[in-house]
């Protein structure tokens, strides 16, 4: 009987810490302080809890959280039961290093193990879901091998695989 007992205070522990999580994050981007955030900044915290969904997914879950009538604002009540569940069931998790390696080959067409800025540059604003400008800067930013004036992406790879959570 005590191992049952164990093991749910061991779960009510774990969900109470990732709760944990969700509310801090969350309340990073409630500016007026009223347990409510832009609807437009959800998608920034759901990746700072470790979750990468893609733009459609992004979607599927603000719909589920979106009030009936649309506010442009999303409540905590409503985004931290689905956070959880998603955190829990351990969806949308990051791509591994071995995989971001192999999209950056695909477009490394010469396979020279980089990618000029240009190229990049290029890729992420023309095709499938383009990045802003202030995302290719901060993209740019982190590849960019300043001294050699190229992006050596699997450097930039394992930075990025590094950052899981």
């Known amino acids: 009987m005590a191992d049952t007992t164990e093991q749910k205070e061991g779960a009510d522990s774990m969900i109470a810490d990732i709760q944990k999580k969700i509310t801090d994050a969350f309340d990073i981007f409630d500016h007026e302080s009223n347990k409510t955030v832009d609807v437009r900044e959800v998608g920034t915290i759901i990746r700072s809890l470790g979750c990468c969904p893609s733009e ?5 879950m603000l719909a589920e959280i979106e009030e009936e009538e649309p506010t442009g604002y999303i409540r905590f009540e409503k985004f931290l039961p689905m956070m959880t569940k998603v955190l829990m069931e351990r969806r949308y998790k990051p791509v591994p290093e071995d995989q971001i390696v192999k999209a950056f080959q695909v477009l ?8 000029m800025p240009e190229e990049l540059s290029k890729y992420m604003t023309e095709e499938g879901e383009p990045f802003t400008s202030e995302e290719l800067e901060e993209m740019m930013s982190q590849a960019l091998d300043p001294e050699k004036g190229y992006i050596p992406y699997k450097d930039y790879a394992s930075l990025m695989a590094a950052e899981e959570t």
């Open 108 to 115: 490394d067409v010469e396979g020279r193990g980089y990618l």
């Open 56 to 60: 459609a997914e992004l979607h599927d």
